[in-house]
């Protein structure tokens, strides 16, 4: 939504009536501080990428570095908003940062980066044991919870998590073979971005990696929903109303 209405702004802020304008600037506030409210550190960093990549875009287009100091602007107010208005912020940081700094690790904690690293930990182990063809679409999550057991993450065996993480989630499914035309198909999608000038496919790309880096997406119904439907809609989407570079 954020990355559609900037396109929209962008591409036709000239003729775009006033209330209109009014309209698409409020629901893109209004879309921000909601991604920012959903408190997913992804969600937030994404948000950054979208404002910096539009900054520069325009900055590069127009020849004026003024664009560019809007988007970074626009990016440290996000950040204002978040540890003004969003309770506990500084909190959660600090927890992110002594989870990554820690040097003992408790293996029982329910902290997310803590339970993440230990997910991983297993995630790394189960794919050396079987990189070329996995364990199968319907034993992943069961062939982890049972490393969790038998390392003792009792945190992540708790609470019976996946990978978080797409691509340790699909190389333990299907092993680097299966895996191969999953990153096929976003590298001729870049690459078909960057050919057609078009921003909207290089920040889909981008950030859908960017979110697998950090969650199982295709897991769920609702992140295939969004991959399909988005990956046809910006591939379709005609020139003149694509963000075209």
Same mark, same amino acid.
């Given at each position: 939504?954020?990355?559609?209405?900037?396109?929209? +702004?962008?591409?036709?802020?000239?003729?775009?009536?006033?209330?209109?304008?009014?309209?698409?600037?409020?629901?893109?506030?209004?879309?921000?501080?909601?991604?920012?409210?959903?408190?997913?550190?992804?969600?937030?960093?994404?948000?950054?990428?979208?404002?910096?990549?539009?900054?520069?875009?325009?900055? =590069?287009?127009?020849?004026?570095?003024?664009?560019?100091?809007?988007?970074? =602007?626009?990016?440290?107010?996000?950040?204002?908003?978040?540890?003004?208005?969003?309770?506990?912020?500084?909190?959660?940081?600090?927890?992110?940062?002594?989870?990554?700094?820690?040097?003992?690790?408790?293996?029982?904690?329910?902290?997310?980066?803590?339970?993440?690293?230990?997910?991983?930990?297993?995630?790394?182990?189960?794919?050396?044991?079987?990189?070329?063809?996995?364990?199968?679409?319907?034993?992943?999550?069961?062939?982890?919870?049972?490393?969790?057991?038998?390392?003792?993450?009792?945190?992540?065996?708790?609470?019976?998590?996946?990978?978080?993480?797409?691509?340790?989630?699909?190389?333990?499914?299907?092993?680097?073979?299966?895996?191969?035309?999953?990153?096929?198909?976003?590298?001729?999608?870049?690459?078909?971005?960057?050919?057609?000038?078009?921003?909207?496919?290089?920040?889909?790309?981008?950030?859908?990696?960017?979110?697998? +880096?950090?969650?199982?997406?295709?897991?769920?119904?609702?992140?295939?929903?969004?991959?399909?439907?988005?990956?046809?809609?910006?591939?379709?989407?005609?020139?003149?109303?694509?963000?075209?570079?």
């Amino acid at each position: 939504g954020v990355i559609l209405l900037l396109n929209c +702004l962008v591409n036709n802020y000239s003729d775009i009536k006033r209330k209109l304008k009014i309209l698409y600037i409020t629901l893109l506030v209004f879309f921000s501080v909601f991604i920012l409210m959903l408190y997913s550190k992804a969600g937030i960093i994404s948000l950054f990428i979208i404002y910096l990549s539009f900054g520069i875009y325009i900055a =590069v287009k127009v020849k004026k570095i003024k664009y560019f100091l809007y988007s970074i =602007v626009s990016a440290l107010l996000l950040g204002l908003v978040l540890f003004i208005f969003i309770p506990n912020t500084n909190t959660r940081l600090n927890t992110i940062i002594d989870g990554l700094s820690a040097q003992e690790l408790d293996p029982s904690s329910t902290e997310s980066t803590q339970l993440r690293i230990f997910v991983w930990k297993a995630a790394n182990e189960l794919i050396t044991s079987n990189p070329i063809l996995g364990y199968g679409l319907g034993d992943a999550d069961d062939v982890l919870i049972h490393k969790y057991e038998e390392k003792g993450y009792w945190g992540a065996f708790e609470k019976k998590l996946n990978a978080h993480n797409q691509f340790y989630q699909s190389i333990i499914s299907v092993g680097y073979i299966g895996v191969i035309p999953f990153l096929l198909f976003f590298a001729i999608y870049f690459i078909n971005g960057i050919m057609s000038r078009s921003l909207l496919k290089i920040l889909f790309v981008v950030l859908s990696l960017f979110v697998f +880096l950090f969650e199982s997406y295709l897991q769920t119904q609702a992140g295939v929903f969004f991959i399909a439907i988005f990956s046809v809609l910006f591939f379709i989407m005609p020139n003149k109303t694509d963000h075209s570079l």
